[in-house]
Every structure is written in C-alpha cells, then in structure tokens.
C-alpha cells in the first residue's frame, strides 16, 4: 500500500504511516486531473504550432522572402 513520510522538524524524527483510502483516492483524482491537464496543454501547444506554420505558409505564397517572414514572426 502507499505511504507518506512524516517529519517532525524539532526533532527530525521520521515517521512512515499508510495512506488512507480516502488519500489514495485523493492521490489517483489528482493524478488523473494532472494527465487531462497535460494533455489539454499538448493539444492547444499543437494548434498553436500549427496556426503559427499556416500563417508561415500564406506569407511565403504571397511572395515574402525567409528573411522577411522572420522579421513578421
């Protein structure tokens, strides 16, 4: 089962003890919550990269050199 460490700061003395299941719930909901979050993160980063290579390409078929996109971008 999961555990936690338990450090008392006066004395230094640490202590193991067994999550609850209500933690262990806790610890999974929080895990799950963190994974949609990157994955919510990932895709608007793509669209992102993507929006930016579009308008990249439309600038390059209206005839602007590499140079002068890169000043634009």
């Known amino acids: 089962m999961a555990t936690k460490l338990i450090v ?3 004395t230094g003395e640490q202590t193991e003890v067994e999550l ?3 933690e ?3 610890r999974e909901a929080d895990a799950a919550a ?3 979050e990157q994955a919510q993160r990932d ?11 579009s308008g990249i390409a ?3 078929a209206l005839g602007l050199t590499d140079d002068e996109i890169a000043a634009l971008v």
Not at 43 to 53: G, I, N, Q, R, S
């Open 34 to 36: 963190y994974v949609a």
């Open 20 to 22: 609850t299941a209500e």
């Open 8 to 10: 008392n700061c006066e």
């Open 43 to 53: 895709a608007e980063a793509a669209a992102l990269a993507a929006a930016k290579a």
């Open 58 to 60: 439309k600038l390059a």
């Open 24 to 26: 262990v719930a806790q």
